[in-house]
């Protein structure tokens, strides 16, 4: 009988799950764009470098909760109100961002110094030896982090449930409370989960190794 | 009274309730330790069983959300009848989760210690568990520190995960706050305030921890 229950709510439950995957998209593309922004203005230095290491410290050292708080019921005194899902994509992005600043800066460090002087040599603008030169190379460093902040990501969409933003924990939670069966239906949103994180995992673990090969690893666990 | 005022009086509630998301990050941090050091030095032992079953605990706790591990915890088993108070909850299922993740850092701060220490130990006579306890562990301790400091402070940051669960910690008086005064920005921005007073210095910390630990080294 109570697979019954389960039976009906499964179209519901992966209908969530594509939400959570779609939140998880949005959020990553905010969050990587918005990141190599902050990167090279912190690198830039003066004040947008400060104003972007500002914010990187700011972000990095309040809980994801709060900047979604903030996004979703903080910005309604100022007329400002958000659908729950886009407030959620807003704030997990302006989240994401700060982790990949950090990121990107340590992979663009990672390139020698001679490469953007070379670079220069042969008359290429900033923008141009940027582009063409230290990023393409930064990407080995740059990769594996980013698969695995892409999985965290993934199961920090739960907490958009909390701003009862559409997703699988939310629905998760309306079924268990329907029917009163929280152990069941927490189980399959976490086995719902794992099958969506785990595809993600073995790719970042197959990123890790392939640039891992042919030199040797640095600090970065 | 302006809104400012009105936060400005709620500030020591708020602190209050700092103080129990400090407990919740310890308590977690601890159970996170301690069962992160026992599967990693379990491992060790080479059991195939036993390394399976560890296997498994590791990438599952990995690939599920944290939201979702408190709600099996607080709400899930009261199915079966077991009702934990929140604050408990919320550390069980911090420090299962945070064990998970700390157990593949130890497993790879023991594996940076070099093989010969291990086998000059046991030449001197001494048993496998003290050669870990004195000869092993000290030396992974160096690679071991940064992402033990950086899993203390995400654990920090985390708790605010356990106002969902009803823990009277920072989030979950904030809400409340918010919800009777309808002063969302402010409040929230006092909350953030008051994570980055905790977070900055745990960070600081642990950069000078390991200064000091690196120290001598190459």
Not at chain 1, 36 to 58: D, M
Not at chain 2, 64 to 80: A, K, N, S
Request: hydrophobic share 55%; with cysteine; net charge positive.
């Amino acid at each position: 009988m109570t697979w019954d229950i389960f039976a009906d709510s499964l179209p519901e439950l992966l209908v969530a799950a594509f939400a959570t995957l779609q939140m998880t998209a949005a959020a990553f593309v905010v969050a990587a764009m918005l990141g190599l922004l902050l990167a090279i203005l912190r690198l830039a230095g003066g004040w947008p470098g400060r104003l972007a290491f500002a914010y990187i410290e700011l972000v990095r050292g309040t809980p994801a909760l709060t900047l979604l708080f903030l996004v979703y019921f903080g910005l309604v005194p100022l007329g400002i109100t958000l659908p729950a899902f886009s407030a959620a994509v807003t704030a997990l992005g302006l989240n994401g961002a700060a982790y990949l600043a950090e990121v990107y800066r340590a992979g663009i460090q990672a390139v020698d110094k001679g490469q953007r002087e070379a670079a220069q040599m042969i008359g290429l603008r900033r923008g141009k030896v940027m582009r063409h030169v230290v990023l393409p190379q930064a990407l080995p460093a740059v990769l594996p982090p980013m698969a695995n902040y892409l999985v965290s990501l993934l199961k920090e969409t739960s907490i958009a449930s909390l701003i009862s933003a559409p997703e699988l924990m939310l629905r998760s939670r309306d079924l268990a409370g329907t029917y009163y069966l929280p152990m069941e239906y927490y189980l399959i949103a976490g086995a719902m989960y794992l099958v969506m994180a785990w595809p993600m995992m073995q790719g970042a673990r197959r990123l890790e190794q392939h640039f891992a090969r042919g030199r040797l690893k640095g600090g970065r666990t | 009274m302006t809104a400012w005022e009105t936060v400005w009086s709620y500030l020591p509630s708020l602190l209050l309730a700092a103080v129990t998301t400090v407990q919740i990050t310890i308590g977690g941090f601890v159970l996170a330790v301690l069962l992160g050091l026992l599967c990693a030095v379990l491992q060790e032992f080479r059991s195939r069983a036993v390394n399976a079953v560890i296997a498994v605990y590791v990438d599952v706790f990995r690939a599920v959300p944290v939201l979702t591990q408190l709600f099996i915890i607080y709400f899930g088993l009261t199915e079966f009848g077991i009702r934990l108070d929140p604050v408990p909850a919320a550390i069980i299922g911090f420090g299962i989760n945070g064990g998970a993740y700390l157990t593949e850092v130890f497993r790879a701060g023991i594996a940076s210690v070099h093989h010969g220490q291990t086998e000059a130990a046991q030449m001197l006579g001494m048993r496998r568990l003290t050669v870990m306890r004195i000869v092993v562990l000290p030396q992974a301790m160096r690679i071991v520190l940064p992402p033990l400091g950086n899993f203390a402070i995400g654990l920090l940051k985390d708790t605010a995960l356990a106002s969902a669960v009803a823990a009277p910690e920072l989030m979950f008086r904030a809400r409340n706050l918010v919800d009777r005064t309808f002063l969302s920005s402010q409040i929230f921005i006092v909350t953030a305030a008051i994570y980055l007073a905790m977070s900055l210095p745990l960070g600081y910390l642990t950069r000078r921890a390991e200064v000091r630990v690196s120290r001598g080294q190459r």
